[in-house]
């Protein structure tokens, strides 16, 4: 979505950066060198800590040139590409790396894969630190194709093209012919590997994508993101809310409106909107401050959680707990999606990636019930003993182990059709609905759905005070 950002004036740290509209400029210039990094070494790679022309936002930026040898990384380019990131780690400042590179590079032999291991050493220890993104225009293979697995985030161009195996390996392994963009175009990993988060027609607006990335996080993990000013009352009502759950239990509707309705003008940043649709994962801003939105999204696959649903909202949670960003968690959802093929491919393991993100994250925390909350789905959707801060719920939640029509053929199915009908009339109206759960505590309040936007904001400020005392552990042995 279109974003706007304060003036100069009203954001601290901001400098002397002006917000009126800035004059068209060419890719090769849209970052301002500040201080270059080992400049006199010969290579494909460049590095140094610059701002980025749209914000002034200082970041160390390594970028691969792919007219020399095709980016192929020499030891000397991996080398420059982990002095970027050590330097990124020391600084305490973003790393932004644009990659277009044919992988090692075969002249040097050896050395070049050596050299592209301590990149990735260099690169892996900025993780959880700084915010670690990659821009890919062009090619991505072998190594540096890793290399975007390591990244927070990935921007795409339109030209880009990321794998480990080429196509001539494929075919001459499996006898299937592929081309390079059908093999790994953007297309490809906007939609079915989730590798690009955010996509762009070319470079410089890519650099903007990651402008407006960056303007939601802090430059490091020990300070808290940039809070704005914002003339959105607290109180605004959300009075089209109040009909967006439709009457009918299977119903669908879009939960970006409940997203646009809470945030500061309506804005929010989606990332990776097209791989596993059925889970919406956003950052926006919500009485000035960031906030991470995990939502189900009842218009694709009613909202279910299968395996890449429950890695990409592993991974949304645990990158905004890394760079202190609060996370809202908008429930409707019928359970995980059944199915031979999915438990053969781990949905035990995977699941649990969501299970886990939510149970390390230490941020503030709030969970919204809009509608539909069952089974192990709604455990794993931040539930109250999850450990999440606030639970609020709507009128419309419905919350229970499973739906009405599932329990009744379990409990009841040696009953005659008319009979299990009235059951299922009976159980809707004793257990779907939320006054059970906030009897037992696990939800803390019912609020009227025109009001959203001012619980959300009310229970923030009460946590904006959140500290927790973390574990000595060297780190927890999670699911992958």
Request: charged residues 20%; contains cysteine.
């Amino acid at each position: 979505m279109v974003r706007s950002r304060p003036s100069a004036a009203a954001r601290p740290g901001a400098g002397s950066v002006s917000s009126s509209p800035r004059p068209p400029r060419p890719a090769e210039v849209s970052a301002q060198r500040w201080l270059p990094l080992r400049g006199g070494v010969p290579g494909s790679t460049t590095a140094g800590v610059e701002r980025l022309a749209l914000t002034g936002r200082r970041v160390v930026l390594v970028r691969t040139d792919p007219a020399h040898r095709l980016g192929a990384l020499s030891p000397e380019d991996s080398a420059t590409l982990a002095a970027g990131a050590r330097v990124a780690l020391d600084q305490r400042l973003p790393l932004v790396m644009i990659v277009s590179s044919a992988g090692a590079d075969i002249h040097e032999g050896i050395p070049a894969l050596h050299g592209w291991g301590e990149a990735a050493l260099a690169i892996a220890g900025c993780s959880g630190t700084v915010p670690v993104v990659a821009v890919v225009d062009g090619m991505a293979v072998s190594g540096p194709a890793l290399l975007l697995g390591m990244a927070d985030v990935v921007v795409m161009t339109t030209e880009a093209v990321a794998y480990v195996s080429g196509p001539a390996a494929v075919a001459q392994l499996t006898g299937m012919r592929l081309g390079a963009e059908d093999l790994g175009g953007a297309r490809v990993h906007r939609r079915s590997t989730g590798v690009a988060a955010l996509s762009a027609g070319d470079l410089d607006a890519a650099l903007d994508r990651v402008a407006d990335l960056l303007d939601y996080l802090p430059d490091h993990g020990d300070e808290l993101p940039e809070r704005w000013p914002t003339d959105q009352p607290a109180d605004r009502p959300a009075p089209a809310l109040r009909d967006l759950v439709p009457p009918v239990s299977t119903g669908s509707y879009d939960v970006r409106e409940v997203i646009a309705e809470v945030a500061d003008d309506g804005d929010y940043l989606e990332l990776r909107a097209e791989w596993a649709p059925q889970l919406v994962t956003a950052l926006t801003r919500i009485d000035g401050r960031p906030v991470g939105v995990v939502a189900n999204q009842p218009q694709s696959m009613a909202g279910t959680l299968d395996i890449a649903a429950s890695q990409k909202g592993a991974r949304f949670v645990a990158f905004c707990d890394a760079f202190n960003v609060s996370i809202l968690t908008l429930v409707d959802t019928p359970g995980f999606m059944p199915g031979k093929d999915l438990e053969w491919r781990g949905m035990i393991r995977h699941g649990a990636q969501l299970v886990h993100s939510y149970a390390q994250a230490s941020v503030p925390r709030v969970c919204l019930v809009l509608r539909k909350a069952f089974g192990g789905a709604y455990i794993v959707m931040d539930s109250k003993l999850m450990g999440n801060d606030l639970c609020l719920a709507w009128p419309s939640a419905q919350i229970a182990v499973m739906g009405a029509q599932g329990a009744v053929q379990i409990l009841h199915r040696r009953e005659p059709p008319e009979v299990q009908g009235r059951l299922i009339e009976e159980y809707e109206e004793t257990y779907l609905n939320p006054y059970v759960a906030a009897e037992r505590g696990f939800v803390d309040r019912v609020v009227d759905p025109s009001d959203t936007r001012f619980e959300v904001v009310s229970a923030l400020r009460m946590l904006d005070s959140k500290r927790e005392v973390l574990s000595p552990r060297k780190h927890g042995n999670g699911p992958l």
